[in-house]
């Protein structure tokens, strides 16, 4: 089946750096990916869809420069959070969707991010 | 907008009683309905899906779902629960202009007591 990986599992970082997070398809192609954030004991929240060769779309209240993203090709997606804050700690996952209509996601493991 | 309420965070069953995780919509469109089991430190797996057709849906490892509209709800069921079930479970609906945004509930945590 369709496998979709993340990388780093876990990052901690200091206040004010910057962190970069992988998320590749790795038997497919997928010219949308799509990035959560995910609250303890809260819902998985859309935060933005990213398209391979053009801008990303961010969902409302999220920070397009806070949160950078970048379809580098058919099978990368990044998530880069600027200057992060300890606020910015959280789990984020990423997601593809399958070849077919109305298919089912298919989504990374995730990544812990923990700002310092 | 679309949105998915999960009642109970945890919900604690003996091994081979039934099993209801509960899940309440609200769409401005007919939604397409999935439920996803997340084992710790792993990615979401697909349960099952609602999409058109039969409101009965049967899933993997012997869940199901039936979809209500007039309820907007879309309960999650085992008829018995085994030790492997315990998991994390999560109720989402997509968007009905873009079926590929997915919203979630915030999930149902599942333990199976021996």
């Known amino acids: 089946g369709a496998v979709v990986s993340q990388h780093p599992s876990r990052v901690i970082c200091k206040s004010g750096t910057s962190v970069k997070i992988e998320c590749r398809s790795l038997d497919f192609q997928a010219t949308t990916m799509f990035w959560y954030r995910q609250f303890p004991k809260q819902s998985l929240m859309l935060m933005a869809t990213s398209n391979e060769g053009s801008k990303a779309t961010y969902e409302q209240g999220v920070e397009k420069d806070k949160f950078l993203i970048n379809h580098a090709s058919l099978t990368l997606s990044t998530l880069t959070v600027t200057s992060a804050h300890p606020e910015d700690s959280s789990f984020y996952i990423c997601?593809?969707?399958?070849?077919?209509?109305?298919?089912?996601?298919?989504f990374g493991p995730g990544t812990r991010l923990t700002v310092l | 907008a679309q949105s998915v309420t999960q009642l109970g965070s945890h919900v604690s069953v003996s091994e081979g009683a039934l099993v209801l995780l509960r899940c309440n919509y609200s769409?401005?469109?007919?939604?397409?309905l999935f439920w996803y089991v997340q084992y710790p430190n792993q990615g979401l797996q697909l349960l099952l899906k609602y999409t058109t057709g039969a409101t009965l849906v049967k899933g993997i490892n012997g869940f199901e779902a039936e979809f209500k509209k007039s309820e907007t709800s879309f309960h999650l069921t085992k008829p018995s629960a085994h030790m492997s079930d315990a998991a994390e479970y999560f109720c989402?609906?997509?968007?009905?202009?873009?079926?590929?945004?997915?919203?979630f509930g915030s999930g149902t945590k599942l333990n199976v007591k021996p």
């Open positions: 769409s401005s469109v007919p939604p397409y």
């Open positions: 997601s593809a969707p399958g070849t077919r209509l109305y298919n089912e996601q298919f």
């Open positions: 989402a609906v997509s968007d009905g202009n873009n079926f590929n945004k997915f919203y």
